[in-house]
């Protein structure tokens, strides 16, 4: 099993199946180039890492997601701000590489460069820890425009994340929700 060495920004195609109760729907995403955003980093920020780990799928999974999720829920509540990354404020990547941060690892700060981290895993294997991405619009093809940490898995078609709504900050939601489902394109293990 590879090792890998996560190099991120400041805090970094394949099949795609949506989750219609069993039916495979098959998506592309178009990747966007990195661009510079302002951080609108205001208030405290979580604690960063100090260095890089080294870690693959498996130590990830039994020794780091459910102190990812921990670190993620602790931002429950906190407003969303686009480019933001402190309690003041967050978006949805920034979420991520905050939380990822915090425990020592290191994530890209963009979220379509989130979704080419780790690699993909059906929807009946997605576990806690786990990373969901979705498109902007239900049922098209387009670019990542959101990402989530799944923080439990309560049944088939009960699968909660954690991620920053634009319209309700940060929140827990189950990918099955009419909103959620017809704009999921993949499930990714990071590392």
Known sequence: MASFIIFG???APS????PTGGNAVKRTTVSRPTASR???RTGTNTKTA?????VNSNVYVSQYA???????????GTPYVSGGNTYDGIDCSGL???AFSSVGLKMPRISWQQSEVGHEVEVEEIRPG???????ESGKEGYVSHAAIVTEVRGPNDIRFIHASSSRGVREDNLYS????GRFVKALRPF
């Open 9 to 11: 920004a400041s805090c």
């Open 15 to 18: 099949k795609f199946v949506a």
């Open 38 to 40: 302002t951080s609108g």
């Open 50 to 54: 100090s260095a890089l780990k080294v």
């Open 66 to 76: 459910s102190e990812v999720i921990n670190q993620a829920r602790t931002y429950t």
């Open 96 to 98: 991520i590489c905050a």
């Open 130 to 136: 786990d990373l969901v991405f979705f498109v902007p």
């Open 178 to 181: 009419t909103y959620f489902k």
